[in-house]
């Protein structure tokens, strides 16, 4: 879970659309479908008709047994129309930013009669039901006063976020207690808002996380030394243009962010090294020891460990609880002689009636 350049320039340049593909979605989202049944869906953050959330959930409304899917276009959107133009009887420039709109999908019929429902059915739709697709008076912000109201109606919100407005996004669907599953960056787990959720179990990481690649609108500024004309070759600085001329750019810092119970959080980490002082070295400034891999957390150690970030995408809460992240009794970096590891949270191991919860002999 290193660090991601890439990424914190798009936050200060406000360059922060990126387009999830439907393989990515499907992968994540086929492990809860157990949570969608007679449920309101609600994609807040594209386009509705361009993002891969809204087509997969309107693809598989029926085998979802969704009760109803809402999705919203804000003003201004980079992607907005490319494939489908909604509101053809606009002039061009309202067409080049994107006109705010809604979309509320109740059932999906057989309407063109091939005896499936897929997207060429909710594009009829789209066309040929005005009560599906309507106007929003506002820009379609998800902090607009049309958009909260449409959150208050919704069960579950799934989408990819403005990661600069991480913070805020996560903040209101927390105060409206909406149950999300949406993508975000790892380094989000250090913002102190985003970790206290994280310690009282209230939000915990999804399946996937790593390396991310997303579609970006072409009109992204790209280093000079980036060639365009180099097609489907990844560059160092993130960027592809793929065979189609599509603009893509590489993360390695992403993860999914959820409320959503899944089995994966509930599988405990096996553990097999044993403590020694020589290797799990002590704090100077908090009374634990550090541990640099996941995959070597001893097994006999009941105290405190500094462990990476990386713990979060294997904790399993009945194993072990968080203690605190980062910072020891003086309020400064964790150290050890002297020199401080990379971002540590401090973890205890659970007991069960008195005994260690995994790995008892």
């Known amino acids: 879970m290193a660090g991601n350049k890439n990424l914190h320039v798009a936050k200060k340049d406000k360059q922060d659309e990126f387009y999830t593909q439907l393989s990515d979605i499907e992968n994540e989202l086929r492990h809860y479908k157990k949570h969608f049944k007679d449920k309101v869906i609600f994609c807040n953050c594209d386009d509705p008709y361009e993002s891969n959330f809204f087509k997969y959930f309107a693809m598989n409304f029926n085998a979802l047994g969704l009760k109803k899917l809402i999705a919203t276009c804000y003003a201004g959107s980079p992607v907005a129309e490319r494939q489908l133009s909604l509101f053809e009887e606009e002039n061009e420039q309202q067409t080049k930013t994107g006109v705010p ?37 506002g820009d379609g912000d998800f902090r607009s006063p049309e958009c909260v109201s449409l959150l208050k109606e919704s069960d579950i919100v799934v989408t990819n976020p403005p990661f600069s407005l ?25 913002y102190k ?7 009282e ?25 980036y060639d365009k004309n180099d097609k489907g070759k990844l560059r160092s600085n ?21 409320n959503l119970d899944h089995d994966k959080r509930h599988e405990e980490i096996d553990l097999y090294k044993h403590y020694t002082p020589e290797e799990y070295p002590h ?4 009374d634990a020891i550090n541990c640099d891999l996941v995959a070597n957390i001893p097994m006999d150690y009941d105290g405190v460990m500094g462990v990476p970030i990386s713990f979060l995408d294997k904790y399993c809460p009945e194993q072990f609880e968080i203690v605190k992240f980062r910072k020891g009794n003086d309020d400064k970096d964790l150290s050890v002689n002297g020199k401080c590891p990379y971002f540590r949270i401090l973890i205890r191991r659970k007991e069960i009636n008195g005994l260690n919860s995994n790995n008892l002999q």
Do not use: M
């Open 193 to 199: 808002e985003i970790f206290k959720l994280i310690k």
């Open 283 to 286: 704090y100077d400034n908090y």
């Open 201 to 225: 179990n209230r939000i915990w990481l999804g399946f996937k996380s790593g390396h991310t690649l997303f579609e970006v609108p072409d009109s992204y500024t790209i280093p000079d030394f």
């Open 238 to 258: 993130g960027y592809i243009v793929d065979e189609k001329g599509k603009l893509w750019r590489n993360l390695g810092n992403i993860c999914w962010f959820t």
């Open 101 to 137: 709109h809604k979309i509320v999908i109740t059932e999906v019929t057989d309407q063109n009669g091939d005896g499936a429902t897929n997207l060429a059915d909710v594009e009829w739709l789209l066309r040929n039901n005005k009560n599906v697709l309507t106007r929003l008076n």
């Open 166 to 190: 991480f913070r805020e996004y996560v903040a209101q669907l927390i105060d409206n207690e909406k149950k999300f599953l949406i993508i975000g960056n790892q380094n989000a787990i250090t």
